[in-house]
């Protein structure tokens, strides 16, 4: 069986980002390295990379679709993300597929989904 252990979230400023996921995560991850912050996801990385302090990278884009984490307490991670300064794509609702969530957009214009833990829909 293959496990997931990282994701990449590409960054516009590596220090906002800290700030920014710190602020979500309630934990101040880890620089590892001048371009990539960590934060532990359950085991499974959570890193913010900023391509743009590599001469190679040209162009920045952000992800292209959304990241989904699953949490335990929704009306707190809304809280955090409102506070934090992420912009809100959908406030939190009931989806047919029923799990209960919110999207939000990150300060690069990564689109993030939190999910309640005990709706999450998995197929």
């Not at 960054?11 to 980002?17: H, M, R, S």
């Not at 597929?97 to 998995?122: H, I, Q």
Request: hydrophobic letters at 40%; proline letters at 7%; charged letters at 25%.
């Amino acid at each position: 069986m293959a496990r997931l252990y990282r994701v990449i979230i590409p960054v516009l400023d590596i220090e906002a980002a800290e700030t920014f996921y710190s602020a979500i995560f309630g934990e101040p991850g880890k620089r590892v390295s001048p371009e990539r912050h960590y934060f532990d996801c359950e085991g499974t990385i959570f890193a913010c990379f900023a391509p743009m302090l590599f001469k190679e990278w040209d162009e920045f884009k952000p992800n292209p679709d959304h990241v989904y984490i699953a949490v335990d307490d929704l009306d707190d991670y809304f809280s955090r993300c409102k506070s934090a300064g992420a912009k809100v794509l959908a406030e939190t609702q009931a989806y047919p597929w029923g799990e209960t969530a919110f999207y939000v957009e990150d300060p690069s214009g990564n689109k993030l989904c939190f999910v309640d833990r005990s709706t999450m829909f998995t197929g």
